[in-house]
């Protein structure tokens, strides 16, 4: 039980944390309780009046033997429900209710006095949303409904929300962890790169959804399985495709109803997510890319990224021989592959020159540059760079080059990086220093596009796989200041982080892969330890593990401790990897991989491998120690015949 009130975590308002002391054991009263609120603002839950409050009682309780203090009204109903679940004394779950129902409940898993998971429970539906920055905002959904991600969508275009937005979108390594086919991986992703390069225009185009619109109800026939083996794919899928939302908007004295289009939905795990938006969100009937169409059953057509419900004759004619060649491009031999790319970009050239719209050519401009540059990163198109030099140089000259251009711009800049290093007798030095000229220039041409985020990132991590961390740290450290707000600049946070830790303490906690319990640096205090980030998808990192399982066998006994944090989108593979080969130190995982995971972003791992040496005193050693040399570092570590010669401060 409680049996010191040292402290009662109050949420002051919809984001900050406050501590409330209070005396050894007294109890916080009912006011002060009922004064706490949930760090959402979605929630509605009961709200005594001050007349109320005056007559609510307070007492302290065990549940389950977990103990916690409730608040209930006259009638005894419960209103709230604060509970310690670790026995320290210290609030960890913050429970509110509506009608005597828990609907809402805000958790600290980490046990920091910091929110970091939101739970929508009984009659307020199912969304459990993570925080992994712990700033009062919704990071990712580990669940939640369709019908939740169709009101959010429409919530996300209401107040042009990106971000809201973002959250509900396929991540990349929840699309990797679906088991589809390679070429409709790659589609997906194009189709979801320029559904969030243009949601903010497609927000502005709407007519439907204003700032008073409220979301009704959501519109689809049943949900469908399209199973392992279809088209490729490995796994079985469960969908909806021509998904919708009915939205309730005031219009004078009446009341307008309208159908918004959300499209093709997909589970993972718990949730579900969508694939963008269609181009017009306005039909009736969508005209989106559907998951589920006769290509995935008898191999006919269906829709490319750029949406084809408005085509003029001929570019349908366009599209539809489109269609039919890329069809052909799966199976094809790489000489074959680069015949068929060629015929691509002549196709999607003649596309864009045919757009009835800004939007329709901007789309296709966007296709053409994502599609040949991946295939020339591929090694299956070599010729695919002088195409998109030509593409550069005529999208320059088309309406809405500002933005466009940049996009092209990277693209082609990828292409040639990966071009040259494909050759023989490749200069690798020379590649080097093109491709971060070439950002450079990006960013001073476009210092406001989103490439210029992604280009000062890759700046940072060129000059870290340089061994030159000041270097990277600058660029870093220049992302955080110009462009605070982007995806780009919460991984160079935990970058900047890890290169500066030498010396320093750090933590590091997080559920074990098992989920039978925690990973916790903390508690190998008086050990030297490895903190191994690694994924099933990389292989240097799981070769790696060999080396790691021979150091603590040689050095167990003298105080060395490995700790794995895995890094896979799924943990299904991971623990399969785990279980056919005996790696016997604990694994930490959490969802989100490499490119959103809080164990991943903590410590800006941004490629793989990656180990950091801990001293038993939990600071940090080495920042980014190789294999090869462990051996080595692990004797001045812990003693072991050597003598220290101070700390390394290196990336790779």
């Known amino acids: 039980m409680l049996r010191n009130y040292r402290r009662i975590a109050i949420l002051a308002g919809a984001l900050s944390l406050v501590l409330l002391a209070v005396t050894a054991n007294a109890k916080p009263t009912p006011a002060e309780a009922l004064a706490i609120t949930p760090t959402q603002q979605d929630v509605d839950y ?138 409709k991986t790659a589609e997906i992703k194009t189709r979801i790169a320029a559904s969030l390069k243009n949601f903010a225009g497609r927000c502005e185009a709407q007519k439907i959804i204003s700032a008073k619109s409220e979301w009704i109800h959501f519109g689809a026939s049943r949900p469908a399985i399209i199973p392992a083996g279809t088209d490729g794919n490995t796994k079985d899928l469960t969908i909806y495709d021509d998904a919708s939302a009915v939205v309730e908007t005031p219009s004078g004295k009446e009341k307008k109803h309208s159908q918004l289009m959300i499209g093709s939905m997909v589970k993972v795990g718990d949730g579900w997510r969508v694939l963008g938006l269609p181009e017009n969100i306005e039909l009736t009937k969508t005209a989106a890319f559907r998951l589920l169409s006769p290509s995935n059953a008898a191999g006919s057509s269906g829709e490319t990224v750029a949406g084809t419900g408005d085509l003029s004759p001929e570019s349908r004619k366009l599209y539809d021989e489109l269609e039919t060649l890329e069809k052909s491009l799966a199976n094809a031999s790489p000489e074959k592959q680069a015949e068929i790319n060629d015929k691509r970009t002549d196709l999607l050239t003649k596309l864009i020159k045919n757009a009835n719209s800004a939007e329709e050519r901007g789309n296709w401009v966007r296709q053409f540059a994502e599609t040949i540059s991946a295939a020339v990163t591929a090694g299956n198109y070599p010729e695919g760079v002088k195409r998109l030099e030509t593409l550069a140089e005529d999208t320059a000259a088309l309406p809405g080059a500002k933005t466009l251009l940049p996009f092209v711009t990277y693209r082609l800049l990828q292409a040639q990086k990966d071009a040259a290093g494909q050759k023989e007798e490749a200069d690798y030095a020379k590649i080097s220093e093109t491709w971060t000229e070439g950002l450079e220039k990006i960013i001073e041409d476009y210092p406001t596009a989103p490439e210029a985020a992604e280009a000062m990132l890759q700046l940072g991590m060129a000059y870290e796989f340089n061994e030159k961390p000041k270097d990277a740290l600058t660029w870093y450290n220049r992302l955080l200041a110009e462009m605070p707000a982007s995806e780009q600049a919460k991984k160079s946070t935990g970058a900047k982080t890890r290169l500066d830790s030498v010396g320093k303490k750090i933590t590091l906690k997080g559920k074990s892969i098992d989920g039978k319990g925690a990973v916790n640096l903390a508690d190998y205090s008086g ?40 890094l896979d989108g799924s943990a299904t593979d991971a623990v399969k990897f785990l279980n056919a080969n005996r790696y016997p130190w604990p694994h930490a995982f959490e969802e989100g991989g490499i490119e959103e995971s809080r164990l991943a972003s903590e410590m800006g791992i941004l490629t793989l491998p990656m180990m950091l040496l801990v001293d038993k005193q939990g600071r940090v050693l080495n920042n980014n120690v190789h294999a090869a040399e462990l051996d080595a570092e692990l004797k001045k570590a812990l003693g072991l015949g050597t003598s220290a010669s101070g700390s390394k401060n290196k990336a790779r």
């Not at 199912?126 to 992994?132: A, C, E, L, N, S």
């Not at 712990?134 to 991600?149: A, F, L, N, R, Y």
């Not at 330890?529 to 040689?554: C, F, N, R």
Request: hydrophobic share 35%; net charge negative; proline share 2%.
């Open 46 to 183: 009961d709200l005594p009046t001050k007349a109320e409050v005056a007559k609510c009682t307070l007492d302290v309780d065990s549940f389950g033997g977990i103990s916690g203090f409730v608040v209930k009204d006259a009638s005894g109903e419960v209103l709230r429900r604060f509970l310690d679940t670790n026995g320290d004394n210290q609030v960890d779950q913050w429970c509110y209710f509506k009608d005597g129902i828990e609907i809402y409940r805000d958790i600290d898993t980490d046990h920091n006095n910091k929110v970091n998971e939101c739970r929508w429970l009984g009659t307020a539906g199912t969304r459990w949303g993570i925080d992994r920055d712990q700033d009062g905002k919704i990071d990712s959904w580990k669940s939640i409904s369709p019908e939740e991600v169709s009101a959010e969508i429409v919530a996300a275009i209401a107040t042009a929300d990106e971000a809201r937005f973002r959250r509900l979108v396929l991540s990349s390594s929840e699309l990797d962890s679906l088991g589809l086919a390679d070429k």
């Open 527 to 566: 050990k030297v330890v490895l903190i191994h980030y690694w994924a099933t998808w990389a292989g240097p990192s799981k070769e790696d593990m060999d080396t790691i399982k021979d150091v603590q066998a040689k050095y167990g006994k003298s105080g060395f401790q490995p700790l794995g944090v895995n």
